[in-house]
């Protein structure tokens, strides 16, 4: 399966399994078990989400909104849970404001999974972490 790097965002092929003990990034050679969640800018977006086999969770958030913040150390809690299941990236939409106007964010904090490249499921407002592990669960693979 095809797997974004956290760190460097480069796309790798990693064996199908349930369970890994070691799998780092073929070109900075970083753990792709680091489940912490990346950045992502318009430049990097797309790859990031069209070249990943497993799901995509984005986080469009801004630096100015409480309600963000609040949730920022959840999001990233939530991510160390999922390593290879889920890919947990944000959008800085106070810099990225292409991409917010382009996938039609009115409030934040907006999630929205992606699978296969497409949007499958969108939800805005803070969630806490029992609903977030929810829906990380219902749609990692």
């Known amino acids: ?15 199908a399994k349930e369970s890994y003990k070691k799998a780092n990034c073929g070109k900075c050679k970083g753990s792709l078990l680091d489940s912490k969640p990346a950045s992502l800018r318009a430049t990097t977006f797309d790859e990031a989400v069209v070249n990943s086999d497993i799901p995509v969770i984005v986080d469009f958030w801004a630096p100015w909104c409480g309600p963000c913040k ?27 404001q ?21 949007e499958v499921h969108r939800v805005s407002g803070a969630l806490d972490e029992r609903s977030l592990m929810s829906l990380a669960s219902q749609f990692s693979s």
């Open 98 to 118: 292409l991409l917010g106007a382009r996938f039609g964010i009115r409030s934040i904090p907006t999630l929205i999974i992606f699978k296969g490249g497409k």
């Open 70 to 96: 609040m949730m920022a150390p959840t999001f990233e809690k939530v991510a160390e849970k999922f390593p290879l299941k889920m890919f947990f990236a944000k959008v800085n939409t106070e810099t990225e």
């Open 1 to 15: 399966m095809r797997v974004v790097c956290p760190h460097c965002l480069a796309v790798n092929n990693v064996p």
